[in-house]
């Protein structure tokens, strides 16, 4: 999913402030303008992985139009790739149930065995088996 923001910038000494004003709190900075780009964007990145791993919605982005920077600074749209971040960076578990027969859990719990740190590891094996270069 691709997401796009619009991000106020301020230069100041030693860099420039970000602040995406669709996405309270989320503000970063960086040395150079290309710096704060990217940071802009990982801020923003991270500030929406964090709401779809709780369930809450995803603010929508305001035009452009409507954002007023204050007196120097000025508006750029953020490009946000949300499949790849989350890929790199999320990692909230996720419940599931599963059905298995029963002489196999009854083995299993004799032997102690963490059901969710199998399947854990058998999903991630089948993952990089099937993302290998």
């Known amino acids: 999913m691709k997401l796009t923001y619009p991000a106020v910038f301020y230069e100041g000494e030693g860099g420039y402030a970000v602040e995406v004003p669709d996405l309270p709190g989320c503000a970063t900075g960086g040395n150079t303008l290309a710096d704060a780009i990217l940071m802009g964007v990982d801020a923003a990145s991270g500030w929406v992985l964090t709401?779809?791993?709780?369930?809450?919605?995803?603010?929508?982005?305001?035009s452009i139009k409507k954002i007023k920077p204050e007196k120097g600074g000025f508006i750029s749209m953020l490009v946000l790739d949300m499949a790849a971040y989350t890929e790199k960076y999320g990692n909230k578990a996720v419940r599931k149930n599963l059905t298995i027969p029963?002489?196999?859990?009854?083995?299993?719990?004799?032997?102690?065995?963490n059901f969710s740190q199998v399947l854990q590891d058998s999903l991630t094996a089948i993952y990089q088996q099937e993302n290998a270069c």
């Open 51 to 62: 709401e779809l791993e709780d369930g809450k919605p995803i603010p929508k982005a305001s």
């Open 102 to 113: 029963a002489w196999l859990n009854t083995f299993a719990e004799n032997k102690h065995i």
